[in-house]
């Protein structure tokens, strides 16, 4: 609780203050007086109501003197005080000589070290005694409270786990061969105070014993070595890898982009980025890949645009964008078989544009394809197992009528023929978040195997794949 202070009226001249003179004065309201006292606290000053039982006021005479909230004009000082909560008041700290032997540890401590010493030399071992436990009492009451919140705060981590297994195996080690007796003989020894034969023990077991100890810590060592070296190689090759991906960007910001900030891509520059894209890809990891199409994807460089059919410069649309065409737009860059058969098993894909790629083979196992675009793309063969795909576009139109997309045929975006993705042999084991229109696509269209492996069956829905089988066969 905020302890309260008080407002005073400031003194002003009678030129600066028109209040000052006695006709004014006489006008202020009578309940104000010189001095009032304020209890304020943050709590209180943003609530919008006051606390019942206490006068909020907003302006003092002229102007607005104060936005919180003000106790009754009558309160006294003391008053206030009086209402306070007792539990609040500090407690009174003594100065004296006792008091500070009892807030301060290291007097104790030090107290405690001299009694010792001098009843040490003194001889009296009573007394002795005592002083002692009062030195270990002291000392643990001190010790004890910072190792416990040590040990509390360490049980948890990995080589303190790893700690107390080294120290169980060692105890195991030793107590297994002494319940199975075969320490017998060297207890024996011991009894009979052989001491020849322990000697021998001891030089030969305990020697090559403790050799075998300064093995494994150097191992231990060595070990530690190469993996502080392979963290720091890792670290590298991020940085590396992450200024060749903002290279890139950069390159193709340029690449693509006027002096007044439109887009521009001509042929050339089109086959320049969609070279320049060939190359990072095998510069970079998965990660990298799948930060490098995403920066596409968002960029819209890989959404089919709407040509003017003249130069062949994209569209504006009237709303700051380019105009979509799925039909017949040409993207900026292609990616065409630069996926077939790569590796992107637990990448960020959330969102990507894949616009027809060829993704043969590809691993996209555990993946994030929330929002991706996946139709008209070749997933034969493809490993989507526990890939997220809430949201994610296998087709267009209806489930019913969509089918995969076909080189000879055109894509009809209203009902879906040739608007799918190539699912034949996709590996849909354990697929998260699966609508039932992409269920029923799926079921359609991927082949035998993989309806197999489909989170929750065919569920009765015929398969198409025979049937357009034979129908291109014809």
């Known amino acids: 609780m905020t302890p309260p202070f008080s407002f005073r ?8 203050s028109p209040e000052s003179s006695p006709e004014r004065a006489a006008e202020l ?15 209180r000053a943003a609530s919008p109501e006051p606390p019942r039982g206490e006068l909020s006021r907003r302006e003092l005479s002229r102007g607005e003197l104060f936005r919180g909230e003000l106790t009754r004009g009558e309160q006294t000082p003391g008053e206030s005080l009086a209402g306070a909560d007792p539990s609040s008041v500090p407690a009174f700290r003594a100065s004296n000589a006792w008091s500070r032997l009892n807030r301060s540890a290291s007097l104790q401590l030090l ?3 001299l009694v010792a010493l001098g009843l040490s030399v003194s001889g009296s071992r009573p007394l002795l005694l005592a ?13 004890l409270p910072p190792l416990w919140r040590l040990l509390s705060d360490r049980l948890h981590d990995a080589p303190t786990a790893r700690l107390l297994a080294a120290v169980a195996l060692l105890v195991a080690a030793i107590t297994i061969p002494l319940a199975l007796g075969w320490l017998d003989p060297l207890a024996q020894a011991f009894r009979n105070g052989n001491w020849e034969a322990i000697g021998a023990i001891g030089e030969g077991v305990v020697g090559a014993f403790g050799s075998i100890l300064v093995a494994c810590v150097a191992l231990m060592i060595a070990w530690r070595q190469v993996m502080v070296d392979q963290r720091l190689t890792t670290q590298q090759n991020r ?9 890139f960007i950069q390159g193709i910001s340029e690449l693509i982009s006027d002096e007044e900030g439109m887009l521009e891509d ?11 894209l060939a190359a990072v890809f095998g510069s970079i990891d998965r990660e990298g890949k799948a930060r490098v199409l995403r920066f596409l994807s968002h960029a819209r460089l890989l959404t089919p645009l709407k040509r003017d059919q003249r130069l062949g410069r994209a569209i504006l649309d009237g709303e700051g964008n380019y105009e979509e ?21 637990g990448c960020d894909l959330r969102g990507v544009e894949f616009n027809g790629a060829d993704l043969r083979g590809a691993d996209l196992s555990f993946s994030d394809l929330t929002g991706a675009n996946l139709a008209g793309t070749n997933l034969a063969g493809a490993n989507l197992e526990r890939a997220r795909l809430e949201g994610c576009r296998f087709f267009y139109g209806r489930p019913q009528t969509a089918s995969p997309r076909q080189p000879a045929q055109p894509r009809e975006l209203t009902t879906g023929a040739g608007s799918g993705a190539v699912v034949e042999n996709c590996n849909l084991a354990g697929v998260r978040f699966l609508d039932h229109h992409t269920h029923h696509y799926l079921a359609s269209w991927s082949g035998p195997r993989s309806r197999a492996t489909l989170p929750g069956g065919p569920k ?12 291109m066969g014809s």
């Open 266 to 276: 001509w042929p050339l520059e089109r086959m320049l980025a969609e070279g320049r």
């Open 325 to 345: 065409d799925r039909v017949a737009g040409v993207p900026v860059i292609r990616l065409q078989q630069l996926l077939q058969g790569v590796d992107l098993s």
């Open 9 to 16: 009226r400031a003194a002003s001249s009678p030129e600066s």
């Open 239 to 247: 940085i590396t890898q992450a200024q060749t991906i903002d290279s």
């Open 29 to 43: 309201p009578a309940e104000l007086p010189a001095e009032f006292p304020v209890e304020f606290s943050p709590e």
């Open 111 to 113: 107290i405690a070290l």
């Open 460 to 471: 009765g829905i015929p398969s198409q794949l025979a049937g357009s089988h034979a129908s």
């Open 131 to 143: 002083a002692g436990l009062v030195l270990l009492a002291l000392s643990l009451a001190q010790l």
